[in-house]
């Protein structure tokens, strides 16, 4: 008796996963659209610009691309990725673009070609609240640094700790974790880009986190990466972005995520 | 002569060719900074997997303790670190416990959570390899005269260690490649070089290659060692 309950049991959990598995493949009804796909990947741990909210991914980066999307007649979706493979899957094809708080830079142009610049973010130098020594970026030499791995924020830690090598440098797949590691003291500074470092302080409750000295790297720009080869979509997507500049919608995104 | 001029030329040119290709570049320009995080992977491992042989050893008994204390408290420790993945141990023991105890280090943080995880581990590895050991020596040392630890000591436990040898060199593997988990805390291991590597070249096939084909070496180095120790240890 006990062995046909035990059966009965695993056959109704098999049949429950089937049923779950089938009824996903069910909800997602294809071919509703006639618009072409545009597959765009991000990484959403970097608010203001992208984060996930109630399991949608929300976010400056998010409103634009869909904003750019509707203009240009794409239907977007978008994938949340680490940040440090979007280079690697535009490149190689498995997401037409990305969008992530990217900034243009030389190693990237390397590999990928990039919108007109969206965003003209900067970096900053953060440190715990109760550090009285770092006053700006001059202050970094010799110290423990972290930043999130592949962002310009690490590139310039790295650039410090060539010049000096007792400068310390720790990466981490997300921005927060960077800043944990400095609140727990762990590290003496952060560097990353000034408006999610901004959102950072101004959103965590008792956040122990403040910014020192003035933005610096002024030619830090975020564009949207796309593979070298998709001229077209190149070009739609820097049309997309002169239309939404042009009918204020860019001006809406920017007033709802940034002027907080 | 001839031949060893000849492969040499041909030795030459090839590298010569490969050079050209922009992954291998990356790869042997940034191999210095491989081999030193394979020497972390192994020096964590190897600390690790020490430490872990004491707490499982312990764990290990107490799962076999008649104390209902000893025993509950070796089953918790146990189910916990084997029941949850390593990932999420890591990052909660870095982040959210270690830092409540002591000012703790990535180096010595990392020591501490792989030892726990793979001290449970070992536990189980200790205990089916007291259980192997057949029950009529546990009878005869106690008909000896033997109190139940001395028959542990001297009987029981020099049986069970050459058992449970080869299950732990799997440990030893399994807990290397695991290690790979750490680079989320920023260990200076291999895969975090690779990661570094990877994030500015943005060269998978090469960089990964490279890393994977490093563990397979430092793996397969072990497992041959583990075939030589079992071989060793056979008594029939």
């Known amino acids: 008796m006990k062995r046909y309950i035990k059966l009965l049991l695993v056959g109704a959990l098999t049949l429950a996963l089937v049923v779950s598995v089938v009824g996903c493949g069910n909800s997602t009804p294809g071919g509703q659209s006639e ?10 741990t970097f608010p203001p610009f992208e984060s996930q909210e109630n399991n949608e991914l929300v976010g400056f980066d998010m409103e634009l691309i869909r904003a750019i999307g509707e203009a240009e007649g794409y239907d977007v979706q978008v ?11 535009v490149k190689t094809g498995k997401i037409d673009a990305a969008i992530a708080g990217m900034s243009i830079t030389e190693e990237r142009l390397e590999s990928v070609a990039f919108t007109d610049a ?12 109760d550090n009285q020594d770092i006053k700006g970026p001059n202050d970094l030499k010799g110290k423990k640094l972290a930043a999130q791995t592949g962002t310009i924020g690490a590139g310039y830690c790295d650039k410090v700790a060539k010049k000096d ?15 944990m590691e400095l609140e727990k003291g762990g590290v ?21 986190v403040k910014t020192v000295g003035d933005v610096f790297s002024a030619n830090d720009k975020y564009g949207i990466a796309v593979a070298k080869d998709n001229q077209k979509l190149l070009q739609d997507l820097n049309d997309g972005l002169k239309k939404v500049k042009a009918d204020g919608t860019y001006d809406q995104i920017y007033a709802k995520w940034i002027d907080q | 002569m001839v031949w060893i001029t000849g492969s040499l030329v041909f030795a030459t040119s090839f590298i010569d060719s490969m050079m050209q290709i922009r992954g291998f570049r990356i790869v042997v320009q940034h191999m210095p900074s491989f081999m030193q995080g394979a020497l972390v992977t192994l020096e964590i491992t190897a600390l690790s997997v020490a430490l872990g042989m004491i707490l499982g050893l312990f764990a290990g008994l107490g799962k076999l ?9 070796a089953t918790v420790y146990i189910d916990f670190f084997r029941g949850t993945p390593l990932f999420v141990q890591i990052l909660l023991f870095y982040f959210g416990i270690l830092p409540l105890i002591y000012n703790n280090g990535v180096f010595s943080s990392a020591i501490i959570i792989c030892a726990l995880n793979s001290g449970a581990y070992i536990a189980e590895i200790v205990r089916s390899g007291i259980q192997a050991v057949d029950k009529g020596q546990m009878e005869a040392a106690r008909s000896l005269g033997m109190n139940h630890s001395q028959a542990m000591r001297y009987v029981i436990l020099p049986q069970a260690y050459k058992i449970v040898i080869p299950p732990l060199i799997n440990e030893f593997i399994a807990l290397l490649k ?8 920023s260990v200076m291991e291999l895969t975090h070089r690779g990661d570094l590597v990877y994030a500015n070249t943005y060269e998978p096939a090469w960089v990964w290659g490279a890393v ?14 583990g075939d030589y120790a079992e071989r060793r240890l056979a008594t029939e």
Not at chain 1, 35 to 44: C, D, E, F, S
Not at chain 1, 118 to 129: E, H, Q
Not at chain 2, 212 to 225: E, G, P
């Open chain 1, 165 to 179: 090598s007792s400068t310390q440098v720790r990466t981490y797949d997300d921005v927060a974790q960077a800043f």
């Open chain 2, 178 to 185: 695991d290690t790979s988990l750490l680079s989320a805390i």
């Open chain 1, 188 to 208: 003496d500074a952060v560097v990353n880009d000034h408006p999610v470092t901004l959102n950072y302080i101004l959103t965590t409750e008792k956040a122990r």
């Open chain 2, 212 to 225: 994977a084909l490093i563990y397979l070496v430092m793996t397969k180095a072990l497992s041959v060692l």
């Open chain 2, 65 to 73: 303790s008649k104390s209902k204390f000893i025993y509950g408290l």
């Open chain 1, 118 to 129: 969206y965003f003209n973010a900067g970096l900053v130098v953060a440190v715990r609240d």
């Open chain 1, 79 to 89: 994938k949340h990725m680490d940040f440090k493979s979007l280079v690697p899957a």
């Open chain 1, 35 to 44: 618009k072409p796909k545009l597959v765009v990947g991000t990484n959403a």
